[in-house]
Structures are given as C-alpha cells and as structure tokens.
C-alpha cells in the first residue's frame, strides 16, 4: 500500500530524471514544504489499517517525498495507525540535511535512488534543480549509512543512457554499502532507451561479483 506525501500533478520533484514515468512537466523544487496535511494522511491511513491491518507502507508518488516537511510526522502516524512496517523511497538528493535525515530515519526502509556514479552523468540522466549536485548527494548517503539502523537500500534504474555507468555504479555501491541493491530499467515510453533483460542481467552479475546483495526487475517498475 502506498501514501503519497506531495499529491501534486505536475510533479514536485528535485530532479527531472529522463525515465521519470510522470512526464517532464513539473516543478523543480529543493524547498521542503508541507503540500499535504498530515490530518488528511492520519484519515487515509486509518481506513487502510482498518482493511488491512499489518500490511507494509511505502511513501511515495507524485515527486520528491522528502519535500514534504511534516513526512517525519506522516512516518509516526503510520506507526501509530496499526499498518506493518514503512519504508521510503527517495531520490537521495536532500539527504544532505540533517532535518530530512532526521525524518527520514523513522523509517523502517529507506529506498534510496542512484542513477549515476559521476557528476556529468548525473545532470544528463537525472537533470537536478541548480541547488541540486552528485557530490553532496553522494555525502548525504554516506550520512544516512553511517547513522541509521534500519533497511537503507539502493534502487538504480539502467538504460542505454547509463550502462556505461555500470562499473562505476557498482563501486559507488560497495563504498556505500546498502543492504540491497534493486535494478530495473525503463518500462514505459519516456526519453531513455531501456536495457534488454539479458543486459540487466549481466550487470547484475557483476554487482554480485562485488560482494554486493543485488535483485533486478526484467520488466522493472520501481521510481521514486
Ligand atoms: S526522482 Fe522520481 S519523481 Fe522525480 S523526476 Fe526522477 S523519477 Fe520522476
């Protein structure tokens, strides 16, 4: 079951990324914000701990969940409401704040995007807010390793654009070391031209070459 914490459309996101499933018409925002109430969440989440009591949560839609200012205060109300466990999906790029850390280590699972392992693939592939940089983002996962005690995992989405990519990503990976990696590529028409299963496979294999824990979707869905 999912919650989103923007419900906006255009998105509200930090990136643009060229895969993203929800069009590239948006705001590109880096100012957290409260865009929904947390009484409406509190009401939603009720009625679904009413029908499935114990059922897993996961914070995420329509842009950047970590923009959502009270998201700490939505992660309580789930724990609160009798739903199972939450996790949030995130695209790492506010992590460098200790306020969003904060809010984000409430969590049991934090579902973290990488899409690139350098600064120029980065802007290509995930064309960030001007506010928005590789380096800081990569410090601001680091953070979140070292401090927080829960789930962090790592959602990389791979396509022609970044496959590349793949050794440096894979090294970027081992330094942070997530406790699973999940790779997927693009499944509907967008900017990017998606990977063939064989392809993810073989990147796959290679991040298990790594040590690393990793899973791949063929026909991967996963954004944040
Ligand atoms: S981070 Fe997610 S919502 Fe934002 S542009 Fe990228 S894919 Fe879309």
């Not at 409406?40 to 989440?45: A, I, K, Q, R, Y």
């Not at 807010?129 to 953070?143: A, E, I, K, N, P």
């Not at 942070?176 to 063939?196: E, F, K, N, V």
Request: glycine share 6%.
């Amino acid at each position: 079951m999912s919650v989103d914490p923007i419900r906006r459309a255009p998105k509200v996101c930090s990136e643009d990324c060229i895969y993203c499933m929800l069009g590239s018409s948006g705001f590109l925002a880096t100012k957290r914000s409260s865009l929904v109430s947390t009484e409406e969440v509190v009401e939603d989440l009720s009625e679904l701990a009413s029908i499935h009591r114990g059922l897993p949560i996961r914070f995420f839609g329509t842009g950047e969940t970590t923009l959502a200012s009270n998201l700490g205060e939505m992660i309580e109300a789930a724990r609160a409401s009798g739903v199972g466990s939450t996790a949030v999906l995130t695209n790492s790029t506010l992590m460098e704040r200790s306020e969003v850390r904060e809010d984000l280590e409430r969590a049991d699972v934090i579902i973290a995007k990488v899409d690139a392992s350098d600064e120029r693939s980065f802007q290509r592939i995930n064309r960030p807010h001007c506010d928005v940089s590789f380096s800081r983002m990569v410090r601001g996962l680091r953070y979140m390793r070292s401090n927080y005690k829960g789930s962090l995992r790592l959602q990389i989405m791979l396509m022609k654009e970044n496959e590349s990519q793949a050794e440096g990503l894979a090294q970027l990976c081992s330094d942070l070391s997530p406790d699973l990696i999940y790779l997927s590529t693009p499944t509907r028409p967008c900017h990017a031209t998606p990977l063939t299963y064989r392809s993810l496979q073989e990147i796959s294999r290679r991040f298990h070459r790594q040590g690393l824990n990793v899973t791949y979707e063929g026909r991967g869905d996963r954004e944040t």
